[in-house]
């Protein structure tokens, strides 16, 4: 009796620490940026979003983190598939680092991207050859973001792929069926939820980018200007309002695709 | 792989300068710390500056400043201050973000009427290209010439790039004046157009701006002569090209009221600020690239420095507070620009 009493207090205070701690750390700042955005009445907030130079950002933002996420998507599978399938030498090395573009800073990344796609370099001169410029126009924002948002898809498909049963591919086998139906029959269908949560949560992090890419864009509105530099920019001229008006724009976006995502994900059944 | 890391080790040492808060004092008894919120362009210059004045300091009181010394974007340090950054001198890149620290309360004097009008140094917007100038640039008018690549900072998040676009609007006016004899606005913001419809890269500033240029990118630059003059100082080769009408930048300094009563620092303070106005100070802002407010200095340097035919100031636009008003406001005519309307 005494045991349970004292574990139930306990089980109580853990749950009320990890909702505190939870509510000051996300829940707080996000209530802050959507009463901001309305700190100054709807009709503001309204011709803020309304305002063309900020949609445009948002829309060619989206535009930008759909070609991204599907780049990752079918890359990120792949990598996770060789690195969990294939035994070669340096293995090991490469998957370890999957996750270095997450332990640079993003500003180093549009550096780099500067440096080694830029006009003058070798990749940069063969792109102007062929008619196009990558550093400063929309390539360049794409190769930013997936460059940031690369380990998302790969972790979060290895982990699917290491649990697959290997008898069921097997049977499979015995069964008489090809190895590209086993493949879309048994090993695609468990690998998929992996691929969904990790490229949701690639495009929402492609959606947020920053760092990277204001270096690497022209940053001209409706052409090259993302949400995120567009933000920037109505910070700097002192209209946190037009800022978090955006904000929240991409916010419920990126809220609307986790949930969905949560939604299918539960919907799966024996998941 | 080796080399891939190397790179991104040199890369990471020569990133953007970074926004260096004032680093710990090393203050005795006897010495005295002051705080200085600049704009960045001036980084290169105070390295020189602040110990000459550390120098004359001692000689002139037997005391020894020591500097605690924050360099950001005109804009931002203007709004650190306003926002409670206990600097006691700001040096900054214009006007209107002077008026941020005395509309915030911490300027309480009145920084105009001190001697040059309580600026410290001036300049020209210029155009830069590269070594040789390969495009035939020589006037604004070639910057809307089909195929020039044209880099210039947003205004929106560099207030200092806000000369720049001055400078161009400013050339509008003046050739329409030049043309049918009066001022035609509608006339600068087409000509503000026909120029903004070729730049490659809007950068987040001047300073940001100046690298693409430097990485290859575009074929002109728009920008400041100083920060040219210090690049070409520095062994890069660029051709400075002075349009005929273009745009006197003036840069103001100003002791923060608030900030050196409380520090008790008002003395070494206001010292400083008319130290910078000094002859010696004035030819080492004139050794860095700028301009000297000083007329014996302005003399001495008069053939460094071209003065184009067209220079309009400030005033030409109708003063900082009108062009605010029509250029950067909510819906002014920069927006127009960008939003195509």
Known sequence: ?271 | MLLLALLLLITAGCGKEQSSQPAESTAQNGDVTLVIGAYSVVKDAFSELLPQFQTYWKEQTGQKVVFQESYEASGTQARAIAGGFEADVAILAMEGDLDKISDAGFITHDWKSQPNQGLITKSIVVLGTRAGNPKGIKDWDDLTRKGVKVLYPNPKTSGGAQWDINAIYGAGLKKSEEETGTKDPAFAKKYLESIHHNVESLDKSGRASMAAFEYGVGDVIVTYENELLARIMNGVKYDIVIPKNTILIENPASVVDKNVDKHGTRKVAEAFISYLQSEEAQRTFVKYGFRSVDGKVAEESKDKYTVPEGLFDISYLGGWKEVRQTLYSKKGIWYQVLAGI
């Open chain 1, 1 to 271: 009796m005494n045991v349970m009493f004292r574990s139930k207090w306990w089980s109580f205070g853990f749950r009320s620490a990890i909702m505190l701690y939870f509510i000051v750390l996300i829940v707080l700042p996000i209530i802050g940026i959507y009463s901001q955005s309305v700190s100054r009445g709807f009709v503001p907030f309204w011709e803020s979003i309304s305002d063309p130079l900020a949609w445009k950002a948002v829309l060619l933002t989206i535009k930008l983190a759909l070609i991204a996420t599907v780049i990752n998507v079918l890359i990120g599978t792949m990598s996770g598939w060789v690195l969990i399938r294939y035994r070669f030498p340096g293995r090991r090395i490469l998957n370890s680092l999957v996750d270095l573009p997450f332990a640079l800073p993003t500003a180093v990344t549009g550096l780099m991207i500067l440096l080694l796609l830029g006009p003058g370099s070798l990749v940069g001169e063969l792109a102007e050859k062929l008619g196009f410029t990558i550093v400063f126009h929309q390539p360049a924002i794409v190769i930013a973001m997936v460059f940031v948002t690369f380990p998302f898809v790969i972790r979060a498909v290895q982990p699917l792929l290491e649990e697959i049963d290997k008898s069921e591919e097997e049977a499979a086998y015995t069964m008489g069926a090809t190895k590209f139906r086993t493949f879309f029959t048994v090993i695609y269908p468990s690998m998929l939820p992996g691929v969904i949560s990790g490229a949701m949560l690639a495009f929402s992090r492609a959606l947020a980018e920053f760092g990277a890419v204001v270096l690497v864009a022209g940053n001209i509105p409706g052409k090259t200007l993302i949400a995120a530099v567009y933000i920037f920019g109505e910070i700097e001229s002192d209209n946190a309002q037009g800022a978090a008006a955006v904000s929240v724009m991409l916010l419920t976006l990126s809220f609307i695709i986790l949930w969905t995502v949560n939604l299918i994900q539960a919907r799966r059944p024996g998941k």
